[in-house]
C-alpha cells in the first residue's frame, strides 16, 4: 500500500506508513532539468509564466518521488505589486532599488489583490494540481518501482520579518541593522510595515489555498536574528494574524524559521500546525520545547546532503533525525533549510529512499 | 570604594560592589581616537607594532571606563606564522590566499612558537600592563568624576572551528559548506587540521599569561554554524585541550560563541569559567543551561547599542538583562557580539554608566 497523503497525515499527527519526505527548494539549481530552463529565461519569467513554475514545481516529484510538491516561486514576489523594485542580481542574491526609509515609503506601499496582480502565482498552483491530479506522477526513479500517486502541493510566502528584513536592508543581510534599528528607533513605523506585510501575506496565501494548495509553508527565515523578547513585541502579532487567518481555510500550516532555538515556543505560539526545526536544534529536543501537541519538520544539515561524504555517513544522520523522531506521528523529514546549490542530485534521492525505507513502522 | 577587581571577581562568581561591563571590540572604528591612527596604519601594522597596539588597547579604558582592558588584536594572527597568508582587503574583511585544500596542506602548517613568532603580541600585553600598573588611568570621562585605578587586561584567542573555518573557506563565509563538507568527507583531515591549531592557540594563550594577561578569552564566534552532535565530534576535544591547559594557568577563562543556544551545555563541557551568550539568548534561560557553577558574560544586542533610539529604549534593555542576573554574583555585562561599526560612543559611554548606575547591590 502507498499512502498518497502520508504528508497531510503526519501534518495533522496522524500515523503513516512510511515518514513523509520532502526538501525546501527541492527545485533549483542543482537539478539539470532546471538549469535547462533557467539558461532559457530569468527566475523572475519562470516565477510570473505559470507553465514554467509549474513544469519547474514537479521536476523532483518526478525525479525523486518525495512526498510533497513545493510551488515554485520566491518569497519576494508578492512585494512587486506593494510597489517594491526587485531585481534578481546574478549571483548577488536580490537587490531592492526602492528600499523603506520613512513612514512616507510605509504608507506608498501599496494593498494588493492577489487574485489581480498575483494571479500568474495562482494559476500555477491550479496547473500544478492539475497535472498531479490527471497524470498521476510517474516517477523516473523509485526504490520499489511504483507508480506514484499524485503529492499533495504546498504553497507558500515569506513571513513580515523576512521581508521586512529584505525591504530595509535593500537585500540580504548580515547582522540586520537596518530593521532592528527601526524597530528600536520607531516602532510605529515597525509595525505599520509589518501590520501591511501582514495583511498581503495572509490574503496571498488563503488565495493560494482557494486556488489548491493542499497545505502551506510560512518562511521566516532570518527571524532567528532576534531574541525572544524581540520576536514577541515586533513579530509574533503579525505572524499570528497570518497564521490565524489560513489555519482557518482548513489546511495545514508549517511555520519555519533558522535559528530558532530560544525562538520555538513563540513561534508556537504565533500558530502553526507544524514547526519547522534547522539542524541546530537536535530534532527531539525541538520537539519538546514545541510541545507534543504540534507536528515538527527537519532537520538534516544542508551541508549534509551537499557534502561528497561517504554514503554511509550520510545515512548515519538521517537515522540519527528519524531515531530521534522515534516513530512518533507528527514528523515530516526535511533539511534543516533549503537545498544549497551543487548539491548531488544522487545524494537527494539517496536520502528520499533512506527516509521511506527506514522509517517502516514495526508491525505490532 | 571602588573595586579595581570586580572583572576578575565576577569571573569568579566573588559579590561586587557593581556589575562589571567592557564590551567586545570596544577598541575600534566607531572611535574617533581608533581613526586617527588607523588613518595611519594599516590593521596589520597597528597589531604588529606594541606601542600602537598597547595605545589602541587603552583608548576605550580612558573613554568609556570600562572595568576591564582587552589587548588590540586579530584572530586570525597566529595563522601567519603557520604559513597562512592572509589580507585584510578593503571592506571585504580577511582573504586567505592559500585556504587549505588537501592533507598536505594541514601537513605543511608550521608548528608555532610563540615566543618567537608573536612576540610583537606579548610585547603589547607588556606594553598595556606596564602602562596601566605605573600610571593607573585617568578616564576622561567617569560618572561619580573619580580616578580609577588600572582595570585587568584580557588577553584573547580564535578557537579551533573558527579559526579553520577562515582558512578552509579562504575568508568570511555564510553556510560554512567547504568547512562542514571536510567535516562529514575526511575526518581524519578535519581533525589533524584541528590539533594543529588547538597546539598554536593553547601555547598562544598560555603566553599571553605569562606576558599579563589577567584573564583570556577564547573567541568560537562561528561555531553556532554547527549542531551539538557535530560540535561534541568535531570541535569539543580540540576546545577543551586549550580551555584546560589556559585553565591550569590560574587566570579566569571566558569562552564564547554565537548562535549557541543549544551548543550551551556543551561549551561548558569544553571549559570556561565564565560562558558567553549571545542576545538571542536570555541571559537567565542561557544561565540556567549551562549552571550556577559557571558565570556569564552578556547579551546586549550589538544593533541595540547602534541603533539611535530614544535613551530610555536603550535603558530598558540594559535593565532587562541586568533583571535577569538578578543580583547573582557571576555576571558580566557585555554585548552578544563585538561592538558594530557606526556604533554612537555616546551610548558606549551611557551603557557603561547604567550598568553601574543600576547594579548598586542593595544594602543589606
Known sequence: MEMTDRFLRACRREPVDRTPVWFMRQAGRYMAEYRAIRAKHTLL?????????????????????????????????????????????????????????????????RPVDPRESLGHVLEAVRLVRRELEYTGVQPSHHPQGLVLNAPPLIGFAGAPFTLASYILEGGSSRNYVKAKSLMYRDPQMWHALMGKLARVVADYLVAQVEAGAQAVQLFDSWVGALGPDDYREYVLPHSQLILREVSATGVPVIHFGTDTATLLPLMKEAGGDVIGLDWRTPLDWGWARVGADSAVQGNLDPVALLAEAPRPELERRVRAILDQAAGRPGHIFNLGHGILPGTPVENVKAVVEMVHEYSVPEVA
Open 45 to 109: 519569467e519562470i516565477c510570473s509564466q505559470p507553465d514554467l513554475a509549474a513544469e519547474v514545481t514537479l521536476q523532483p516529484v518526478r525525479a525523486f518521488g518525495v512526498d510533497a510538491a513545493i510551488l515554485f516561486a520566491d518569497i519576494l514576489l508578492p512585494l512587486i505589486p506593494m510597489g517594491i523594485q526587485l531585481e534578481f542580481a546574478a549571483g548577488e542574491g536580490p537587490v531592492i532599488h526602492n528600499p523603506i526609509r520613512t513612514p512616507a515609503d510605509v504608507a506608498a506601499l
